[in-house]
Structure formats: structure tokens, C-alpha cells
């Protein structure tokens, strides 16, 4: 068994693969954290939807779990990311800056990188007054005025929900239309403004966020909703890896956070193709960790 460097190597060092890690040290395996620094909600200023943490800074969550991992002198944190992975023997190969490792077991927390509308400003107040989640902020903006940023093709499915939280909605369809007949008209006879127009610019006015579109029009509401372009799931170490994919993006795992390939386990958001909660990447992460080291207690058993 000490023919490898680490028994298990962690491939993220967010919320999920810290929660992995510390189950980890707990069970007294070598293992082994790898961060690439570029967490998804690190320009959020609170989390919410988290019980007992409701409110909490993200950035200071996630240092309040690193600085847990001291006390495991088993488990070692490398801030750096794996630019390769191969299977080797009965383990797995990894190259990260100069190193090149081998272990028994690894537990993927690559999370996703969410890719946004190309409008100046709008990179700057994400996750910040320009949000993305009910669920995660429809509380704190509950009942405001909100525009809501998204191509037209959406903009019914985004409704449903964001009208429950905030029912006076602007559409900012950014060039785009909702092309269903019948859909378009519900939406405006619930008395919702759908511009077309597209817009060029997110400025935040004290409690205000202006949008100022292509035509000259500026419109403003204390909240504004988007959704990404694009969602891109941080797949390609698992790709390489061989596991199973989603049509998503996602990796493909059982009920113990398994991938299709033996020994290698995923957790967090790229485990999911949408349910992405920081109190469910904390919960996979400690059960891809536990499901792993009860992997290796057979074999070593045996």
C-alpha cells in the first residue's frame, strides 16, 4: 500500500472537496487536495439556503474548512491545479506543476464555471446584485421590482419561479425574443414589459442596477435576475479518465458518488447536472469520502 504517494487524491478544493477531505483525514488516509483557486461563488458576498450558515461569507466558509484540515497531519493541501491524470497499476497517475504522483483513489470536486452574457459591467456585480438563484437570494430580494436578463427562449421557465419571489417583472431579452405566440401574450398580459432591445451595460446607482440598452433607453430595478449563457461543467480530468457523462456535462455517479469508473468518485456540481447548493456539495463531498474510504477498507481487508 505505501507504494503510492497518497491513498486518495481530492481534485478541487471548494466546498465539496473540502468536505471530502476532512472525512477523509478523519478516516486516517494520506490524501492528498488539490485547488485550483477559481471557486464558483467566490465574488458572492453571503450564502444563503444553507441551515446554520445562512448569511455566511462563501470565501470565509471556505477558510474556516481549509484551516479544519490542520489538525490532519494525513492530509496535505496543494494549492495547484492537476493538468494530467492516467490510470496506473491499481491506482492513478497525476501531474500537478512538477509533481507527479500516484495514488489509490480519486475524489473529482472540479465544480463548473459559469459563462456569462459578454455585457460591461455585468461580471462585476455577479453574485452580488445581479444574482442567479432564488433559492440562494429570492428571500433577501423578496417583493422588489426585478429585471430579468435572459434570452427569450427561457424567459416562460424563469417566470414560473422569479414571479413567486418578486411579481413586478421587466424582461431583458438582450436581442433575443420569446418566439412562442401564445406564451409571449401571458407573459404581457401579466403586465410585464419584454425588451427586445440589447443591452450594453449593468451600472449599480445606489439601491438601483441600471441597464442601459442599445437604443438609449436605461431601465432599473433593485434587483436583477440572470442565468448564464452557459453552464460548462469542469469534466475533462473525468473525460480523460473515461468516466460517463451526462448530456449536460456532468459526471455520472451511483448513490455513493461512484463514477463509471472504479475508484474514482465525483462531488459537488459537476456531480449534478443542476442542483447546485453549497450545502449539497458539502454533503456529497463527505459522502464521496466516506463511500471511498469504505473502498478501501475492503480491499485492504481482503
Known amino acids: ?79 495547484q491545479p492537476v493538468s494530467s491524470v492516467n490510470a496506473a497499476a491499481t491506482g492513478f497517475q ?72 418578486n411579481p413586478q417583472l421587466t424582461f431583458l431579452l438582450n436581442g433575443s425574443t420569446v418566439e412562442d405566440a401564445e406564451k409571449k401574450t401571458y407573459l404581457q398580459q401579466r403586465g410585464w414589459r419584454l425588451i427586445e432591445t440589447p443591452v450594453i451595460k449593468l451600472t449599480r446607482r445606489e439601491e438601483m442596477t441600471e441597464a442601459l440598452l442599445a437604443d438609449g433607453q436605461v431601465v432599473a430595478a433593485p434587483v436583477v435576475y440572470t442565468k448564464p449563457v452557459q453552464v460548462k461543467f469542469n469534466n475533462e480530468l473525468a473525460v480523460k479518465l473515461g468516466c460517463e457523462i451526462s448530456k449536460s456535462g456532468s459526471v455520472l455517479t451511483d448513490g455513493a458518488m461512484q463514477t463509471s469508473v472504479q475508484g474514482v468518485f465525483a462531488a459537488g456540481d459537476v456531480a449534478h447536472p443542476g442542483y447546485h447548493l453549497v450545502a449539497e456539495a458539502i454533503a456529497t463531498g463527505h459522502k464521496a469520502a466516506a463511500f471511498c474510504n469504505n473502498q478501501l477498507c475492503k480491499e485492504d481487508y481482503r
Not at 459578454?118 to 461580471?123: R, T, V, Y
Not at 430580494?141 to 413567486?164: E, F, M, N, Y
Open 94 to 165: 497525476l501531474t500537478a506543476g512538477n509533481e507527479i504522483l500516484t495514488v489509490r483513489k480519486i475524489i473529482l470536486a472540479t465544480g463548473v464555471t459559469d459563462k456569462l452574457f459578454a455585457i460591461e459591467g455585468l461580471a462585476a456585480l455577479w453574485g452580488r446584485t445581479v444574482l442567479h438563484c432564488t433559492y440562494c437570494h429570492g428571500w433577501e430580494a423578496r417583493d422588489q421590482p426585478a429585471l430579468v436578463l435572459v434570452k427569450g427562449a427561457i424567459a416562460w421557465d424563469v417566470a414560473i419561479t422569479i414571479s413567486h419571489w
Open 1 to 79: 500500500m505505501n507504494a503510492f504517494d497518497y491513498e486518495v487524491a481530492v481534485i478541487g478544493g471548494s466546498h465539496a472537496g473540502l468536505a471530502a477531505a476532512h472525512t477523509l483525514g478523519r478516516s486516517k488516509r494520506r490524501t492528498i487536495v488539490f485547488d485550483a483557486g477559481t471557486p464558483r461563488n467566490s465574488a458572492a458576498q453571503s450564502l444563503h439556503n444553507f441551515s446554520t450558515g445562512d448569511g455566511a461569507s462563501p470565501n470565509a466558509l471556505r477558510s474556516i474548512a481549509l484551516a479544519h484540515l490542520n489538525m490532519f497531519e494525513n492530509v496535505r493541501y496543494l494549492p
